[in-house]
């Protein structure tokens, strides 16, 4: 166990996520491998390098509005600005937008390459056209304005997108803005998920008496999709250790992570740990944190070298997704080779008080909505127990007290990670 210290389990003792969290990622090696796919399948892939750009952004200085080019140095403060509108029009489109003399201006559109001598546009509202004689009232106006500069989005060469990132809808169009058709990622990570327990069916199927059905299987396979990951499903294991050994090992061979729920983290049985021993580092920790205490990681070898990493989460439902976005969601995104992997954290003020004791850190299912005075508010979904999934169904957030916190007054601020975002 060198590589991620003593089991707290062994010993008895509860480890602070925040230290379960710098062990797991302290161990990890993310995939270097990569592949170039056209943009359209781009989508949540982890970039693989620097994508620099070939062009400047706008290409050239060109108008940010609808209406007359002229030059700075020609506008008067103390009174009218006059001048005269040469005949034409520049349009966005046209190769170059001609020569402007001083005293002169002419009609400009939005995104039209700025005519050479003008550094100003006037707006098509903010100035009288009498016969071919313009006025702009004083004061309206500085010289650049409404002005787009050469390279000022982007500069030739300059750092578009950073390696590590994982692509957004805006990161594809910017991709295609500097004229990319295509993007070096990291292969996809490829995720084996699996079930364990002699009490699961596979819904669909009739359950028979003392059965439940399997519902981690699609609820991680789900929060897996939403990562961009491949998943390999190896469906529902039995509590029996050839069988378990048996997919374990397959897991190993043809993924990269493996993501098991049920039997206390695998743990329950000296034959799994035994086996897990056997394949590889693994901890068995019991997490200070509600729910999902029993929670194991580690790196387990196969063949030639290959490694996968273990997380084995608890087998309540709740608790499985918990650990799954408190541990697995951020370690797999680093192993996929993406820098920015924490989910987006807000504080908003708790609508109700909560009772907290002090050493453990909670994960609360919450609603977060508009406060009525302005700001955001989170108040708790119903009963928290940690098998109830329909109070994770029925959140759009965790509502985290952090491991020292103790409770929480109706009008205190949390810390709340929401589910969806808009990308
Ligand atoms: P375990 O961690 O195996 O002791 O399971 C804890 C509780 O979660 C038990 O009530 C199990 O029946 C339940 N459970 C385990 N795995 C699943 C699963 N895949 N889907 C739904 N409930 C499960
Ligand atoms: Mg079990």
New binding site residues.
């Given amino acids: 166990m060198s590589e991620l210290g003593p089991s707290p389990l062994a010993s008895g003792d509860e480890l602070p996520v925040a230290a379960a969290r710098t062990a797991i990622n302290s161990v990890l090696r993310p995939i270097t491998d990569t592949e170039t796919v056209p943009l359209p399948a781009a989508l949540k892939r982890v970039l693989a390098a620097d994508v620099v750009s070939p062009i400047a952004v706008p290409a050239h200085d060109n108008s940010a509005m609808d209406g007359y080019a002229l030059r700075g140095a020609d506008l008067q403060t103390a009174g009218p600005t006059l001048l005269q509108a040469v005949p034409g029009t520049v349009f966005a489109g046209a190769a170059d937008g001609g020569n402007l003399a001083a005293g002169e201006c002419v009609r400009i559109m939005t995104g039209a390459v700025m005519p050479e001598g003008a550094d100003t546009v006037v707006p098509i509202e903010l100035c009288q056209l009498a016969g071919q004689q313009l006025t702009i009232q004083p004061g309206l106006l500085r010289a650049g304005d409404n002005r787009r500069q050469r390279g000022e989005d982007l500069a030739l060469g300059g750092v578009a997108l950073a390696a590590g990132r994982v692509l957004r809808p805006a990161d594809l169009g910017l991709l295609a803005s500097l004229g990319f058709d295509k993007v070096t990622v990291f292969r996809r990570l490829r995720v084996a998920l699996f079930?364990?327990?002699d009490?699961?069916q596979t819904p669909g199927q009739p359950l028979a008496p003392g059965q439940?059905?399997?519902?981690?299987?699609f609820s991680l396979l789900a929060a897996l999709q939403r990562l961009g990951v491949e998943v390999l499903d190896l469906g529902?294991v039995p509590d029996e250790p050839a069988l378990l050994r048996d997919t374990i090992d397959r897991a190993i061979a043809e993924a990269d992570a493996v993501v098991t729920?049920?039997?206390?983290?695998m743990g329950?049985a000296d034959h799994t740990r035994d086996l897990l021993a056997a394949r590889g580092k693994v901890a068995f920790w019991k997490v200070a944190m509600r729910p999902g205490r029993?929670f194991a990681f580690g790196p387990l070898h196969g063949k030639a070298g290959k490694t996968a990493y273990l997380f084995a989460l608890?087998?309540?439902?709740v608790?499985?997704l918990v650990t799954f976005y408190a541990f697995a969601q951020e370690a797999l995104l680093a192993l996929a080779g993406a820098t920015q992997t924490a989910a987006p954290r807000l504080t908003a003020r708790s609508a109700v008080a909560i009772r907290k004791r002090p050493g453990r850190t909670e994960f609360q299912r919450a609603i977060v909505s508009r406060a009525a005075g302005g700001g955001w508010e989170v108040r708790t979904t119903g009963a928290q127990g940690a098998?109830i999934l329909r109070s994770m169904s029925e959140a759009n957030a965790l509502l985290v007290l952090a491991h020292e916190q103790g409770s929480v007054a109706a009008g205190d601020d949390v810390e709340v990670w929401l589910f969806d975002g808009l990308v």
């Fill in positions: 079930s364990t327990g009490e699961l439940i059905y399997d519902s981690n299987r529902l729920s049920g039997g206390v983290s329950d029993p608890p087998g309540n439902p608790a499985a098998g």
